[in-house]
């Protein structure tokens, strides 16, 4: 028999990940503070699950971060969103750590990228080094801490994934210690009848179902009529002892009479499969009411892998005249358990509530290609854009249409394509599509113009429009006026913004030679700092030039001294 070394590989990285044998010494913190978090492993996020844990670090920026363990840098990305500032290291036992969020590099390492930035004349750059050219000793000095990226505020984003199957693990499962023996805690309990003729408290809708605790500290919940196959639901939230944040559920168990029904927990999963978040939560409560119920039950189209047990797809088939008792169990990583009971009998009752099916001239076929002309757009679903088959409401309007609402999720991107024929060529230039928020307020997508016609690809049902924008950014200077004497300034900082479109790039020179400006979007921050060293005269101009979406641009000029 052969066996290939990716076989072998393969082979075990599975041991690593299916028999949760995760190396309790081989790391250190990467901080050298308490790690109180402020979000924890497999959170549910929007349209992914949370891949590390969020540290935080003490509402400031700028603490030391280290290498958990001997390795090497593999990768190092600098963005506007996403981590930011993020670098990986892969270590010899077959793990990889990811930083994210940080503020600047190590010495070594900010040379080394920023070298690279002066060359690729970009803030934004991305580079793997070749293996063993960038070492690093356990708890050397690898980074420190910030706010770069898709952060709304400081903390240190960490994973640790396996170096073969790349799937993110639970950091706390490699020694890491974090206080908690706080409980999870439940805010919301609902059932759903699946069936066709299923029904649930006299409905045949999601109903939201009432408990209360009972003085062994267990949750019992208001006895539930049924009949057919329901499914429950539930949304709760776990917090570790030292702060107030709201995290996500490590394991959740659901037992009928006794037997394991179905059993998935947040140790490890996949990127590949992490968009399926929307099978796992009631997507269209979450679109109207921004909160996510956590289904117990496997929704027709999920294909996460995070399941332990699954019998029957976590459904139960309610039978007339008899009992049943379901639990379910919210169980954090310390083994904190909050349980609820929920008892249900088999009972006809009168509905006063029926299913609602709103039909429209439009029917989605899942698996298949869907292509609508819609006049001033055209829409095109590729084959398995969506979980389901559904009738979709599409409208269209004056240089807008909508694409049905945002309780339905897509999987997949899709296309909007726009004629504009009937505008000049110059009209077309400030041209843009956009998505209207719930306020009617458009946001660019981004818009792929050829000749007559402007296309978008997307995840997001809603409505679109074309928007004109003709106006150029703004630039200002934040901490320092023209012609002043600069002797004792670290950095140089302006502001720049714009109102509709965006901002698409920027540039900037001193004495004609491009600088690193480092832009921060989320306060629309640009920062120089005079420690690149490339100031050789005592007199400097300053040259920025900012371009929005559309290609309208924005020329800022200033003259200051320095010696």
Same mark, same amino acid.
């Given at each position: 028999?052969?066996?290939?070394?990716?076989?072998?590989?393969?082979?075990?990285?599975?041991?690593?990940?299916?028999?949760?044998?995760?190396?309790?010494?081989?790391?250190?913190?990467?901080?050298?503070?308490?790690?109180?978090?402020?979000?924890?492993?497999?959170?549910?996020?929007?349209?992914?699950?949370?891949?590390?844990?969020?540290?935080?670090?003490?509402?400031?920026?700028?603490?030391?971060?280290?290498?958990?363990?001997?390795?090497?840098?593999?990768?190092?990305?600098?963005?506007?969103?996403?981590?930011?500032?993020?670098?990986?290291?892969?270590?010899?036992?077959?793990?990889?750590?990811?930083?994210?969020?940080?503020?600047?590099?190590?010495?070594?390492?900010?040379?080394?990228?920023?070298?690279?930035?002066?060359?690729?004349?970009?803030?934004?750059?991305?580079?793997?080094?070749?293996?063993?050219?960038?070492?690093?000793?356990?708890?050397?000095?690898?980074?420190?801490?910030?706010?770069?990226?898709?952060?709304?505020?400081?903390?240190?984003?960490?994973?640790?994934?396996?170096?073969?199957?790349?799937?993110?693990?639970?950091?706390?499962?490699?020694?890491?210690?974090?206080?908690?023996?706080?409980?999870?805690?439940?805010?919301?309990?609902?059932?759903?009848?699946?069936?066709?003729?299923?029904?649930?408290?006299?409905?045949?809708?999601?109903?939201?179902?009432?408990?209360?605790?009972?003085?062994?500290?267990?949750?019992?919940?208001?006895?539930?009529?049924?009949?057919?196959?329901?499914?429950?639901?539930?949304?709760?939230?776990?917090?570790?002892?030292?702060?107030?944040?709201?995290?996500?559920?490590?394991?959740?168990?659901?037992?009928?009479?006794?037997?394991?029904?179905?059993?998935?927990?947040?140790?490890?999963?996949?990127?590949?499969?992490?968009?399926?978040?929307?099978?796992?939560?009631?997507?269209?409560?979450?679109?109207?009411?921004?909160?996510?119920?956590?289904?117990?039950?496997?929704?027709?189209?999920?294909?996460?892998?995070?399941?332990?047990?699954?019998?029957?797809?976590?459904?139960?088939?309610?039978?007339?005249?008899?009992?049943?008792?379901?639990?379910?169990?919210?169980?954090?990583?310390?083994?904190?358990?909050?349980?609820?009971?929920?008892?249900?009998?088999?009972?006809?009752?009168?509905?006063?509530?029926?299913?609602?099916?709103?039909?429209?001239?439009?029917?989605?076929?899942?698996?298949?290609?869907?292509?609508?002309?819609?006049?001033?757009?055209?829409?095109?679903?590729?084959?398995?854009?969506?979980?389901?088959?559904?009738?979709?409401?599409? #409208? *269209?309007?004056?240089?807008?249409?909508? &694409?049905?609402?945002?309780? @339905?999720?897509?999987?997949?991107? =899709? !296309?909007? +394509? %726009?004629?504009?024929?009937?505008?000049?060529?110059?009209?077309?230039?400030?041209?843009?599509?956009?998505?209207?928020?719930?306020?009617?307020?458009?946001?660019?997508?981004?818009?792929?113009?050829?000749?007559?016609?402007?296309?978008?690809?997307?995840?997001?049902?809603?409505?679109?429009?074309?928007?004109?924008?003709?106006?150029?950014?703004?630039?200002?200077?934040?901490?320092?006026?023209?012609?002043?004497?600069?002797?004792?300034?670290?950095?140089?900082?302006?502001?720049?913004?714009?109102?509709?479109?965006?901002?698409?790039?920027?540039?900037?020179?001193?004495?004609?030679?491009?600088?690193?400006?480092?832009?921060?979007?989320?306060?629309?921050?640009?920062?120089?700092?005079?420690?690149?060293?490339?100031?050789? #005269? *005592?007199?400097?101009?300053?040259?920025? &030039?900012?371009?929005?979406? @559309?290609?309208?641009?924005?020329? =800022? !000029?200033? +003259? %200051?001294?320095?010696?």
């Amino acid at each position: 028999m052969r066996i290939t070394v990716l076989g072998l590989l393969l082979f075990f990285s599975i041991q690593i990940i299916g028999q949760e044998n995760y190396p309790k010494d081989a790391f250190i913190p990467p901080l050298d503070i308490p790690l109180i978090l402020a979000g924890t492993f497999g959170e549910l996020r929007s349209n992914h699950f949370h891949s590390g844990i969020d540290i935080k670090t003490q509402q400031r920026q700028g603490l030391p971060v280290y290498a958990i363990g001997d390795a090497t840098v593999t990768r190092i990305k600098v963005s506007l969103w996403g981590y930011g500032k993020v670098i990986y290291l892969a270590h010899p036992n077959g793990y990889t750590s990811v930083y994210g969020h940080l503020q600047k590099f190590s010495p070594k390492i900010e040379t080394y990228i920023k070298k690279l930035q002066y060359k690729k004349k970009s803030y934004e750059v991305e580079v793997f080094p070749e293996y063993g050219e960038l070492k690093l000793q356990q708890g050397e000095l690898l980074a420190y801490t910030g706010n770069t990226g898709g952060s709304s505020g400081p903390h240190l984003h960490f994973e640790i994934r396996n170096s073969v199957s790349e799937k993110p693990t639970n950091p706390l499962l490699y020694g890491l210690e974090v206080r908690d023996a706080t409980n999870p805690t439940l805010l919301t309990l609902h059932g759903y009848p699946l069936s066709k003729d299923a029904q649930l408290n006299q409905s045949m809708q999601r109903s939201r179902i009432n408990f209360s605790r009972q003085e062994d500290g267990t949750l019992l919940a208001d006895k539930v009529y049924a009949l057919g196959t329901i499914g429950f639901g539930f949304n709760a939230f776990d917090r570790q002892d030292l702060a107030a944040n709201k995290n996500g559920i490590h394991r959740v168990q659901q037992f009928v009479n006794g037997k394991l029904y179905s059993d998935y927990d947040f140790e490890a999963f996949s990127f590949t499969e992490t968009r399926y978040i929307n099978r796992l939560i009631d997507y269209a409560y979450f679109g109207k009411y921004n909160r996510r119920i956590q289904l117990c039950f496997k929704a027709l189209g999920n294909r996460l892998g995070i399941y332990n047990t699954l019998h029957n797809d976590g459904k139960i088939v309610v039978k007339e005249g008899l009992t049943y008792k379901v639990e379910i169990l919210l169980t954090d990583l310390e083994g904190n358990l909050t349980k609820v009971e929920i008892p249900v009998e088999g009972q006809r009752q009168p509905l006063k509530v029926r299913k609602e099916e709103n039909k429209t001239d439009n029917y989605v076929i899942a698996k298949k290609p869907n292509n609508y002309d819609l006049g001033v757009a055209k829409v095109y679903f590729p084959a398995n854009t969506f979980y389901e088959d559904f009738y979709i409401d599409l #409208k *269209k309007g004056n240089d807008t249409v909508t &694409v049905h609402n945002n309780q @339905v999720p897509a999987h997949r991107n =899709f !296309t909007i +394509t %726009f004629d504009t024929s009937k505008y000049s060529e110059t009209e077309r230039k400030q041209l843009f599509i956009a998505r209207l928020d719930k306020n009617l307020k458009p946001n660019y997508v981004s818009t792929f113009k050829r000749g007559n016609t402007f296309t978008t690809r997307t995840r997001y049902l809603g409505t679109y429009t074309l928007a004109v924008d003709s106006l150029a950014p703004k630039i200002r200077a934040k901490n320092f006026k023209d012609k002043q004497w600069l002797n004792n300034y670290s950095y140089l900082s302006l502001q720049i913004w714009d109102d509709l479109s965006g901002v698409d790039s920027y540039s900037a020179t001193l004495n004609g030679d491009w600088i690193l400006m480092e832009y921060e979007p989320k306060t629309k921050t640009l920062t120089y700092n005079f420690d690149d060293n490339i100031l050789d #005269k *005592k007199q400097c101009e300053l040259k920025v &030039v900012v371009v929005d979406n @559309v290609g309208n641009s924005n020329t =800022f !000029t200033s +003259t %200051f001294y320095r010696k």
